[in-house]
């Protein structure tokens, strides 16, 4: 609810839908370890910057921002884990940003629930008039094993970008072994670019709802429960 920084050097544990509200920023220093303790359903745990608040998470090549589950061995220094394989998936939720831009949902009304938090958390709402929105900047973060099981058919994407407005900043993002989406825009006008999927376990890259941004310069790597590279679905309302 107040302007935090997680500082170089340190490891944080997510016990469970953590949020940065309404006029709060979270600055995540390069190198910062973000580790998401097990959960399903309701209790997933996950990374929420909800609409009005912002994330400044910028890494370097040298010192990427790492979000990863509490199995994983790795220490802030270390880029490669030294106990999870590449293909381990589901293990905890992931990162979601929400914004106010506008997207073409069912029903024709301006803002809706994002998936795969629950109903009774107002702040998964998303969407609004602001196409110019801007959620913060988010630069050379890797996303991993991720996407816990929400309900029947619904778990968290690696990167959810809802209603995301174009005056946010995403480059150089990578999404390893998440077992939905790698990265799912929902409307918003927010571009992407640098992109690595690897090992998604739905889509690796999904579009909905009349998403009006650019992916710019983006590699997928398939694995085996890998569905489709690109699932691209336009206006709902």
Do not use: C
């Not at 600055?27 to 400044?56: F, M, S």
């Amino acid at each position: 609810t107040t302007n935090t920084t997680w500082t170089t050097g340190k490891t944080y544990i997510l016990g469970g839908r953590i949020t940065v509200t309404s006029g709060a920023k979270l600055t995540i220093q390069p190198g910062v370890v973000v580790k998401g303790e097990a959960g399903t359903g309701a209790n997933a745990t996950a990374l929420i910057i909800a609409r009005g608040a912002q994330i400044d998470a910028q890494g370097t090549a040298t010192q990427p921002i790492i979000f990863t589950s509490v199995a994983d061995e790795i220490a802030p220094g270390q880029v490669v884990s030294p106990n999870l394989e590449p293909t381990l998936e589901g293990l905890w939720g992931g990162v979601l940003v929400l914004g106010r831009a506008r997207g073409s949902f069912a029903g024709d009304v301006n803002e809706i629930q994002i998936e795969g938090i629950p109903p009774s958390d107002t702040n998964g709402l998303f969407g609004g008039t602001n196409d110019a929105d801007n959620s913060g900047i988010i630069k050379f973060i890797s996303i991993r094993h991720g996407g816990a099981l929400i309900g029947e058919g619904n778990e968290i994407n690696g990167l959810t970008l809802g209603g995301v407005g174009s005056g946010t900043v995403i480059e150089n993002v990578e999404v390893v072994a998440n077992q939905d989406d790698g990265i799912e825009w929902f409307g918003g006008t927010v571009s992407v670019k640098n992109a690595l999927v690897w090992n998604s376990g739905d889509d690796a890259i999904d579009t909905d709802q009349s998403w009006a941004g650019t992916l710019d310069n983006f590699i997928v790597i398939s694995g085996q429960n890998t569905d489709h590279a690109l699932e691209i679905d336009g206006p709902e309302g």
